[in-house]
């Protein structure tokens, strides 16, 4: 798999450190291009192509020492100023008064365009991508990150936004990953039912705190090395740890294989949010409506957005279908077209017979989702006759 990703980026191992923290390669020592040989000035960063991504770009950056709900506190900074802190924290013996800070959810692609076809090239395998399809089409946003910390860094117990696929290639350092298949997580509630921020914590082994916690599984513990690539299924609840300095690439996707999976997750969410604020349920008018704005607001996403997400994807598939109808013959993509519609008819099919769905108003959709269903439905339909 390697040989299908091309990494901008390999840095050289400073002489004499073996072993230890940070060990390996030193990510901010002398960066090299490996394919141009490039060294990069000071606090910038330069690719192999025209792009340079210049140290005053703004960042987020985590504190993995603060604990935020199931999180950590996040700031911005420039790059510039991250790479000085995070040499200072190598020159420190991997502390810092500012504690371990860790750039993590960078859109580097979105930042800069030009800049991700100089980084990488994506690898077949994982091009089926709807989540950054639907945000290339709106031109708004994006499921592509650049994470870049030193060795401790680290990102708490979680599952990918959506139910998504992730795939994660470190650039240079190691990650220790903690993987839980789907439905492990329910044994790591704790008594009020809430998952942990930290898998490692002892209090885990409290019984009083965590009931079910013996029956939980360990977890499957993988360690990425430089140059490699994990993919993190639908569903699978996590862990990171960076073991080295290490910089990687981390995407995000859906498509027509885990869409069930999202769907599935989406309702969930409804149920959860209805389930909080049930007590008003008869006293608040326009219930419904208020619990599809606070689903978007825990989850980033709610019915109306799900069915433009899905519209957009289609929409796209639906030409594909007519223009290969219309050439009489299977062109290039017709395959993943056919299939990627049949999936987004049966969940589409699930969506408009939701009730909570039925409340939406959707006579200013367009089009109007029965219709969009119908037109999907006739194009599997002729994708199957003899
Ligand atoms: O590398 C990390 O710190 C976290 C990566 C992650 O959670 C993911 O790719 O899903
Ligand atoms: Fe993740």
Redesign the pocket.
């Known amino acids: 798999m390697s040989s299908d990703f091309s990494p901008a980026y390999v840095y050289q191992a400073p002489k004499g450190r073996r072993g230890g923290r940070g060990a390996g390669r030193g990510a901010l020592e002398s960066p090299l291009c490996r394919r141009c040989g490039v060294r990069t000035g000071p606090g910038s960063w330069r690719g192999p192509g025209p792009t340079f991504i210049p140290g005053d770009v703004v960042v987020p950056v985590a504190n993995c020492g603060v604990q935020e709900y199931n999180s950590n506190p996040k700031e911005h900074m420039p790059l510039r100023d991250y790479i000085t802190y995070w040499k200072e924290y190598i020159r420190g013996g991997y502390s810092s008064p500012r504690g371990c800070l ?1 750039l ?1 959810d960078w859109h580097l692609c979105r930042d800069f365009p030009a800049a991700a076809e100089d980084v990488f090239t994506l690898p077949v395998y994982f091009s089926s991508d709807w989540l950054n399809e639907f945000w290339d089409a709106l031109a708004v946003d994006d499921y592509r990150f650049v ?1 870049a910390g030193p060795a401790g860094s ?2 708490p117990f ?1 599952a ?1 936004i959506f139910r998504s696929f ?1 795939w ?1 290639v470190n650039i240079c350092g190691r ?1 220790k990953w903690l993987l839980f298949p789907p439905g492990q997580e329910e044994s790591l509630r704790d008594r009020h039912g809430s998952l942990p921020y930290d898998v490692t914590s002892p209090a885990l082994c409290d019984t009083h705190l965590y009931p079910r916690g013996r029956l939980a599984c360990p977890p499957l513990e993988v360690t990425q090395e430089a140059g490699e690539m994990l993919f ?1 299924p639908s569903g699978w609840h ?1 862990q ?1 740890h ?1 073991l080295d300095d290490t910089i ?1 690439i ?1 995407h ?1 996707w859906v498509n027509g294989f885990n869409l069930a999976n999202m769907w599935r997750f989406l309702q969930q969410e409804l149920r959860a949010v209805q389930e909080e604020i049930s007590e008003w349920r008869d006293s608040m008018p326009d219930w419904h409506h208020h619990c599809q704005v606070i689903m978007r607001s825990c989850s980033g996403i709610n019915f109306t957005e799900f069915y433009h997400f899905l519209k957009i994807i289609a929409e796209k598939r639906l030409l594909v279908l007519g223009e290969a109808a219309a050439r009489d013959g299977a062109g290039l993509g017709f395959e993943q077209a056919a299939f990627d519609a049949g999936r987004i008819t049966d969940v589409l099919a699930s969506l408009v017979a939701h009730p909570d769905f039925q409340r939406v108003d959707t006579s200013v959709f367009s089009p109007r989702p029965e219709e969009l269903l119908q037109r999907l439905r006739k194009a599997v339909a002729a994708t199957s006759a003899p």
């Open positions: 860790y993590k994470y680290w990102s979680h990918d992730s994660s990650k993190v996590h990171v960076n990687s981390n995000n």
